[in-house]
């Protein structure tokens, strides 16, 4: 359990990942604010689901593992969000996004306008939830009344062709705390053009410099994690964790961010935080999806 921290607001989707034999609840921020919130953070979780059985659904396993549901809009009129995950022979795995879901119209209500308080203790965000401008714009307007003391952290989800140039370099600029995996930090090099190395750390130092950001972690999947700090050369390392019975790597990203703004909330130095992060993300990869279906995985995992 966490000690004494205020509520994190998570903002962006939550959909059901559409395999060709099952589907499973997701979506990056849904995954993470379900962790967090098992793992005893308050959790402001701000999205949308349509008015159909599948929000239904969402809303019920959200009441279900008492995580609070009054700023997960109902809409009228989109559905609630899918992704379709066909298997790939080559890639492993391609990810077919339709357009205009429920979470691409998250509104600025009456509701949404009241999250902020003395008592929020951080923000969570990702790029995949800004590809509509109706939901980019809510979480605009959601930073711009954020207290400067309040950090913001950035889980870069880059699902092409769902970003572009603007929207990673407003996202960018707004963040204190980045969690991207490999290859999207030398996907940055490239849309940006950057003169840095090809070298990981020395765009990893570009990146930090460039947006004036305080941690980027970076994940590298079986080849483990970095952690890199503004001003500061050395980075930590950690190895992958051990996984035993592997059933899926979905959501093991979700997992380690999850874990990782746990340990940012209770001061926990950089070679726990990592280890920690990587640990639990090697849990989660023994599910066949993102989160678990039994909140007891959390007394044996969290």
């Not at 483990?224 to 093991?252: C, D, I, P, W, Y």
Request: proline share 5%; charged share 25%; hydrophobic share 35%.
């Amino acid at each position: 359990m966490a000690n004494k921290v205020g509520k994190v607001i998570v903002f962006g989707e939550v959909l059901f990942d559409i395999f060709p034999e099952r589907k499973c609840l997701g979506g990056a921020p849904f995954n993470f604010a379900i962790h967090l919130h098992h793992f005893g953070v308050p959790v402001c979780f701000v999205s949308r689901v349509g008015n159909d059985p599948r929000g239904k659904e969402i809303l019920d396993f959200a009441r279900k593992s008492k995580l609070p549901t009054q700023n997960i809009q109902v809409d009228p009129k989109h559905p609630t969000g899918e992704v379709r995950v066909h298997r790939s022979p080559m890639a492993g795995h391609s990810f077919e996004i339709p357009a205009h879901q429920a979470w691409d119209y998250i509104e600025w209500d009456k509701n949404t306008r009241k999250i902020l308080d003395e008592d929020t203790s951080l923000i969570y965000f990702g790029t995949l939830a800004q590809r509509d401008p109706r939901s980019r714009e809510t979480l605009q307007n959601i930073l711009k009344e954020l207290p400067a003391h309040i950090p913001v952290y950035l889980d870069l989800n880059l699902r092409p062709p769902f970003y572009n140039r603007d929207i990673l370099q407003q996202s960018l600029s707004g963040c204190n705390y980045l969690k991207a995996n490999d290859e999207e930090v030398f996907k940055l090099k490239e849309i940006f053009n950057w003169s840095a190395s090809d070298n990981l750390q020395s765009i990893a130092r570009k990146i930090l410099s460039e947006y004036d950001i305080d941690i980027l972690c970076i994940t590298k999947g079986e080849a483990g994690s970095e952690m890199h700090r503004k001003n500061r050369e050395v980075f930590q390392t950690q190895k992958a964790g051990l996984v035993e019975h592997f059933q899926s790597s979905v959501g093991a990203g979700d997992a380690f961010s999850a874990k990782l703004v746990f340990g940012f909330l209770n001061q926990w130095k950089d070679e726990k935080l990592l280890n920690e992060a990587s640990l639990f993300a090697s849990q989660i990869c023994t599910l066949a999806g993102a989160i678990p279906d039994n909140p007891d995985f959390y007394q044996n995992n969290g």
